[in-house]
């Protein structure tokens, strides 16, 4: 069976298997959405975000892009960001990356990569901020690691100073902002920030606040 058939026989089993475990579970989802979460992540196909969490339709709104980054600039994050904190009322925001990415391995990288080059620029603003904290990591998989703990960190900043997320605070809405880091070879998600809720703890913990 070709590939993208197997996918449309997967669905059909999952749709029973969900059917069969909860009778009226499409039926609530179909009647609205009240996510817990805004997801901020990766693109790589390696990072199940839903999966990996038990997250089931419903609880997760979701915005993927190459390195898990959040542009100040770029239209498309920000009206995720502000359609889930002003119209869902998202609790929790969390940036997801992940160890052995090839956005980072890109941007550590001398080769060039065309467009993406563009997309990368921040990452490698990173490289160039910690460039001796990285630089005293020898093991080239810690060092990949850390850039991505690194990377993790600035996006909270820049997401902390959007204005969608500084007006929620002002108004006292408390969106907690996480940062993960996904592990492929284990599975397992380490947190390298969480519960930050307003201007104070941001100031306190991310970078360039």
Same mark, same amino acid.
């Given at each position: =069976?070709?590939? @993208? ?12 298997? &969900?059917?069969?475990?909860?009778? %009226?579970? @499409? ?16 693109? #790589? ?14 609880? &997760? ?11 100040? &600039? ?33 941007? =550590? ?23 001796? %904290? ?18 993790? =960190? ?21 969106? =907690? ?19 930050? #809720? ?12």
């Amino acid at each position: =069976m070709e590939s @993208f058939k197997t996918l449309i026989e997967n669905n059909r089993a999952w749709a029973s298997e &969900m059917l069969a475990q909860d009778p %009226e579970f @499409f039926k609530r989802t179909e009647s609205g959405q009240a996510p817990h979460f805004l997801m901020i992540g990766c693109s #790589d196909s390696r990072v199940p975000l839903e999966r990996m969490t038990g997250a089931l339709p419903g609880d &997760m709104f979701v915005h993927r892009n190459i390195g898990n980054q959040v542009w100040s &600039m770029d239209v498309n994050i920000l009206s995720v960001l502000h359609y889930a904190i002003n119209v869902l009322d998202v609790p929790h925001v969390i940036v997801c990356g992940h160890d052995n990415c090839g956005a980072l391995k890109a941007a =550590m990288g001398p080769a060039s990569n065309g467009v993406v080059d563009h997309w990368l620029s921040d990452i490698r603003n990173t490289l160039r901020w910690h460039k001796d %904290e990285l630089e005293a990591v020898a093991d080239p998989k810690a060092k990949l690691a850390k850039l991505a703990e690194l990377n993790v =960190m600035q996006q909270l900043g820049i997401l902390s100073r959007t204005p969608v997320i500084r007006d929620a605070w002002e108004r006292g809405k408390r969106p =907690m902002l996480h940062g993960w880091v996904y592990d492929i070879s284990s599975g397992l998600i380490r947190v390298v920030a969480e519960q930050i #809720d307003s201007e104070q703890k941001a100031a306190a913990v991310l970078p360039n606040n």
